[in-house]
């Protein structure tokens, strides 16, 4: 049976249609690819905070060069805990990232007895974006310009003297506990919940000593309102470069900083982490980025995910040791 030419015409038209809808979806995941659609960025500390900023800064910088938005999201609340458990139980598929600071993995796992996640098991790390050293800083009024001076006076008069930390059991308390071990000396330590706090009090001399971080101790140094003794971290910070270290004060052996990473839920697809990692390659390397980070007191340094991973396995027992020999136990 012969079909009319216009019948044969809609017939053929059809059948194209039909076959166009089938095959698009296939074209289009052929064609598309990781990302396509908004990044979820975790950041598990309250907004404001160094962390905070470096995620902020970072997070921008990977969405111009992922093509897709990354969307902030600040889950504070238990040391981090409540962000990484959150991103631990999210799917792997590089959606949901998070950046946060080595308390996450070394430092809670050394002072509580139980964690929802496991800091070398959960995650994927993506790679280091950069740290912050630790720094020993003293009321401007206190009679001690360095370390030596410091641990003379903390002999002299024992039980006199205490220092404040930006939290029980952050990188503060653990540093300024292994300085007292170091040093010999003994203070009593004052936690606040945060650095800003730590900070008023120590330029307002409610105590006389504290451990920050340099990020929070350069603008309160400029100033005047405070005084540096020594840093914590193995080198001089690039931007304090005045400053001596604990071990050129005397004190051989001392090494606490606060690093920030990248990472994913455990089980990441290999092109996707290949990806990830590229980008923030890029990001810490790009020029106007590094400066924002520096002027926020962040010392750029990128280095890959088996790094990060390499660090954790590092620092735990030593995170471990320092938690049982000054009894730092949370619930």
Not at 7 to 19: E, F, H, N, S
Not at 93 to 114: C, E, H, K, Q, W
Not at 306 to 320: A, G
Request: net charge positive; hydrophobic share 45%; with cysteine.
């Amino acid at each position: 049976m012969r079909i009319p030419a216009h019948r044969a015409l809609l017939l053929l038209l059809a059948c194209t249609i039909t076959a166009g809808a089938g095959l698009a979806p296939a074209l289009a995941a052929a064609q598309g690819g990781y990302p396509s659609k908004p990044i979820q960025l975790v950041l598990p500390f309250p907004p404001g905070g160094a962390t905070d900023v470096v995620g902020r800064l970072v997070g921008k910088k990977l969405g111009e060069l992922l093509g897709q938005t990354v969307i902030i999201d600040n889950r504070p609340g238990a040391g981090t805990i409540v962000g990484a458990s959150f991103v631990a139980k999210s799917a792997p598929d590089g959606y949901t990232l998070m950046a946060t600071s080595g308390t996450t993995f070394t430092v809670n796992p050394a002072i509580y007895p139980r964690l929802p996640y496991d800091p070398q098991k959960s995650f994927e790390p993506i790679g280091l974006i950069g740290s912050t050293g630790l720094i020993l800083l003293a009321n401007r009024d206190v009679p001690v310009n360095n370390l030596k001076e410091f641990v003379a006076a903390a002999k002299a008069e024992p039980g006199k003297y205490s220092y404040g930390s930006f939290g029980a059991g952050t990188t503060s308390h653990f540093a300024g506990e292994a300085l007292l071990n170091l040093t010999g000396t003994k203070l009593l330590h004052v936690p606040y919940k945060g650095s800003a706090p730590a900070m008023t009090d120590l330029i307002g001399g409610q105590i006389p000593f504290s451990v920050d971080t340099v990020a929070a101790a350069i603008p309160q140094l400029k100033s005047g309102k405070i005084k540096a003794i020594a840093v914590t971290t193995a080198r001089r910070s690039a931007l304090l470069p005045n400053v001596p270290t604990v071990a050129e004060s005397g004190y051989p052996g001392m090494d606490a900083s606060t690093w920030i990473a990248l990472v994913a839920p455990r089980g990441l697809p290999a092109d996707v982490k290949a990806r990830l990692e590229k980008a923030l390659a890029e990001a810490v390397a790009d020029p106007a980025t590094r400066k924002k980070l520096t002027d926020n007191g962040i010392e750029p340094f990128y280095a890959p995910g088996k790094q990060v991973s390499s660090m954790i396995e590092k620092e735990m027992p030593q995170m471990r040791a320092i938690a049982q020999r000054a009894n730092i136990k949370l619930d």
